[in-house]
DNA sequence: TAGATTGTTAATCGATTAACAATC
DNA sequence: TAGATTGTTAATCGATTAACAATC
């Protein structure tokens, strides 16, 4: 019953490929086309809506609007996410000014760092003590936080997500979290990524076949 | 014997915790060890080493640092990295700044950007005109590239780059790109993480249940 | 109707895990 | 030797793809 990461991120891709088509005056799509937008077969699109019990029309393909509605929902875009960052430096701060989060629902409502001089109660999205952080999950109820702290200090502010009733985390920094069962982490590992392509070119110049 | 993403992603985990152990003093490493600190299972780290014909000693284990040497070798780590960002924004200056790619042999050598404002050749890294990737990709041989332009410009900039000479991309730009047969790219879609886990946190509070 | 597309089942593919013989 | 660990093969697991009957 519970889906897999893959999935749902293409489920991610569906919508903003249908976004597109929607202002590219679309009304209709069919599977295949849907495909070649999010870059998948019409297999898996087809197979994935089925998993969500999403239908089309035969013939006659998905209705859009109908279609978007159904995934915005599914991925909880009904309703505003309020989410926090640890660590304050230039990689939050990139986050925080990020303008795409908006429309698609996501808020950075606060950031926490341990550095006095970085805090400032009174910025439209204010940075306050790390101290603070426990309290302020507590109270707004925050359910998603992301990580961009130095490895040495990633576990301690997990640990304090997790206990104050953050559910899922984003982390930067490149260390393994313990998680509670009941919740979730996504690792982006920017150095990883430039490592991982760094082997591939080197192993297709080899190769010189495709993958 | 080209080998799958997941697989070259668990060898940088592996080094990463490699360094961790060595930095605690650890000499040697049994498969289990490597596996707790990497978060993998001991048949992976296993697996792993065979398919890249690395031999540790029955009932002695692997030596750290010739374990290190060897992963170092295969992920391309024996020589420095040049790497250049096209779109200056926010995220680029936070990769720009980052200091914890240098020790890993990544080198952001330039940046590139179509507003005159953003121009500055005497930085320690330059941020130059957009019509000047083309030859400066050519002239350096640069093989690696980030597309962190908007979304309707990301398209463009990919094949310029690809057209240069750049062989591996990684990708903020919310769109596939169109890459050749001999060329790869890594999606890092900051919008998508979150919402993948909005949807599991969701997921998770509705079933009460562990993955 | 003929043609095209969905929805679903079955087949394929590949990655991960388990198991265990070899051996230090 | 007895015990523990590797290296590799086989089994399992799950995701993706292909195929096709149903049907608009």
């Known amino acids: 019953m519970l889906k897999n990461r893959n999935c749902i991120i293409r489920l991610s891709r569906y919508k903003n490929a249908l976004y597109r088509l929607n202002a590219l005056g679309f009304v209709r799509v069919f599977s295949d086309n849907l495909a070649d937008a999010a870059g998948v077969t019409a297999s898996a699109v087809r197979k994935d809506f089925s998993l969500f019990g999403i239908s089309g029309n035969k013939k006659a393909g998905?209705?859009?609007?109908?279609?978007?509605?159904?995934?915005?929902?599914?991925?909880?875009?009904?309703?505003?996410?309020?989410?926090?960052?640890?660590?304050?430096?230039?990689?939050?701060?990139?986050?925080?000014?990020?303008?795409?989060?908006?429309?698609?629902?996501?808020?950075?409502?606060?950031?926490?760092?341990?550095?006095?001089?970085?805090?400032?109660?009174?910025?439209?999205?204010?940075?306050?003590?790390?101290?603070?952080?426990?309290?302020?999950?507590?109270?707004?109820?925050?359910?998603?936080?992301?990580?961009?702290?130095?490895?040495?200090?990633?576990?301690?502010v997990a640990e304090t997500m997790f206990k104050n009733g953050i559910k899922g985390i984003v982390n930067f920094a490149p260390i393994r979290l313990k998680a509670p069962e009941d919740c979730v982490v996504n690792y982006v590992n920017l150095e990883h990524e430039l490592e991982n392509l760094v082997y591939f070119v080197n192993a297709l110049s080899k190769t010189k076949k495709k993958i």
């Open 62 to 156: 998905y209705q859009i609007e109908e279609l978007l509605e159904k995934l915005n929902s599914i991925l909880g875009k009904d309703k505003v996410q309020k989410v926090i960052v640890a660590g304050c430096g230039n990689l939050a701060s990139a986050l925080i000014k990020y303008k795409g989060f908006e429309k698609e629902g996501i808020k950075i409502v606060a950031g926490f760092d341990i550095d006095p001089a970085k805090h400032n109660r009174s910025n439209n999205v204010p940075v306050l003590p790390l101290e603070e952080l426990k309290g302020f999950v507590r109270n707004q109820g925050i359910k998603i936080g992301i990580i961009a702290v130095p490895e040495a200090a990633a576990g301690q």
